[in-house]
């Protein structure tokens, strides 16, 4: 059973870079086959794509947030990363971390992290 | 982008109801649709993958359908576990996006 898991600060300062790490288990990133992506969700509103990294290290991303984003991939210790550079009290969300499985949908999320941007 | 039009926003329904949730997108995505329950608090689950086929471990009162612009989800008969919010997600094309919600209360 393959379990996601979001971790980084709760809190960041406007201007400052939003950093999170979803760590992988019961599955390898390594293994290919899937894609990995961030989504995000602001208080009780909808859900928003941020973008997804494969093992190899290519992305894609939201072209609406591309200019801020970077997701980078450590096989090594089996996570992958989000970078939001410039945040402004927009961004905060709860952070998603998800597998894009077989039928190109997402299979697997982790529960999801509350960033809060704030002085 | 493509865009989700999900409808009704909101729907109130009892317990043994049958309840459908229909999404629509701005242009055609074959069967490339999935459907979503979001408890509060928790991550989404997916209900439905490929347009309309059941995701192991979900009643079998769930069902989909449709393909190209029009999709539904059907609920044959409410239970209590079941008042939650749901979204359909269309990952034919990128970005992938979002329905913008089906709020479902108890009556």
């Known amino acids: 059973q393959v379990q996601l898991q979001e971790s980084g600060p709760g809190l960041v300062k406007p201007s400052q870079t939003l950093s999170l790490t979803c760590t992988v288990s019961g599955g390898s990133i390594s293994s290919g086959g899937y894609y990995w992506s961030w989504i995000r969700q602001h208080p009780g509103k909808g859900l928003e794509w941020i973008g997804y990294i494969y093992y190899s290290g290519s992305t894609y991303y939201n072209p609406s947030l591309k200019s801020r984003v970077t997701i980078s991939v450590d096989t090594s210790k089996n996570q992958f990363s989000l970078k939001l550079s410039s945040v402004t009290a927009a961004d905060t969300a709860v952070y998603y971390c998800?597998?894009?499985?077989?039928?190109?949908?997402?299979?697997?999320w982790g529960q999801g992290t509350l960033v809060t941007v704030s002085s | 982008d493509i865009q989700m039009t999900q409808s009704p926003s909101s729907l109130s329904a009892s317990v043994g109801d049958r309840v459908t949730i229909t999404c629509r997108a701005s242009q055609g995505i074959r069967n490339d649709l999935g459907w979503y329950q979001q408890k509060p608090g928790k991550a989404p689950k997916r209900l439905i993958y490929?347009?309309?086929s059941l995701q192991s471990g979900v009643p079998s009162r769930f069902s989909g359908s449709g393909s190209g612009t029009e999709f539904t989800l059907t609920i044959s008969s409410l239970q209590p576990e079941d008042f939650a919010t749901y979204y359909c997600?269309?990952?034919?094309?990128?970005?992938?996006?979002f329905g913008q919600g089906t709020r479902l209360e108890i009556k």
């Open positions: 997600l269309q990952h034919n094309s990128y970005p992938p996006t």
């Open positions: 490929a347009a309309s």
């Open positions: 998800a597998r894009e499985g077989d039928y190109g949908d997402y299979d697997y």
